[in-house]
């Protein structure tokens, strides 16, 4: 695997939490620590800089391919929820995919309804190291079915149209996500 350069990115997530016996490499703890970050609605172009430009996001409402539509999703939580709180999370395996338990609530923004959210995020590595997919599985699995995958991808389509992903470093730091 050819080394990926992490240097430059802000993690925010201060501890990544393994199960025991399990072991990260280095950048394995980056790559989970952002994606912890962009579920707690702390996206950035660095963190995103670690996503291949074919990467997928899946959950039950999407699957943004391409890195303008799964950019969009990260940074569109905090146009929807007013609180991310990360209650817990836990990494369980560290093969390809990574596999974390992560547990959230979401908070929605106007009308203050407090959504709970239990589920597995797989986070698939190319053989550079950059994450080539992500799936938010609530409760360890996505929808299922034709009818499913047409909205989830109209989702992703319809997201970077009212969504804007800053287009350089300093516009992102203006919006201090």
């Known amino acids: 695997m050819a080394t990926l350069s992490t240097s430059n990115i802000n993690i925010e997530t201060p501890h990544v939490q393994v199960r025991p016996g399990l072991k ?6 980056t790559i989970v620590a952002s994606v912890l970050d962009l579920f ?14 074919d990467a997928t996001f899946s959950d039950q409402f999407t699957i943004a391919t391409g890195r303008e539509k799964f950019s969009a999703q990260w940074y569109g939580l905090r146009k929807v929820f007013s609180d991310i709180e990360r209650i817990n999370h836990m990494v369980q395996d560290a093969g390809n995919p990574m596999l974390v338990d992560l547990r959230t609530k979401y908070v929605v923004k106007g009308i203050g309804m407090e959504e709970m959210v ?18 938010d599985r609530w409760d360890g699995k996505l929808p299922e079915g034709s009818i ?3 909205f989830r991808r109209l989702g992703a389509a319809t ?19």
């Not at 990260?24 to 703890?29: A, C, G, I, V, Y």
């Open 24 to 29: 990260l490499s280095e950048h394995q703890t």
């Open 40 to 53: 707690a609605g702390r996206p950035s172009l660095p963190k995103l800089s670690l996503w291949r430009d």
């Open 118 to 135: 239990q589920s597995v995020v797989a986070v698939y590595l190319d053989g550079e190291g950059k994450i080539e997919r992500v799936e």
């Open 148 to 150: 499913s995958e047409a």
């Open 159 to 177: 997201v970077p149209k009212i969504v804007s992903v800053p287009k350089n470093e300093e516009e992102d730091a203006r919006r201090s996500n």
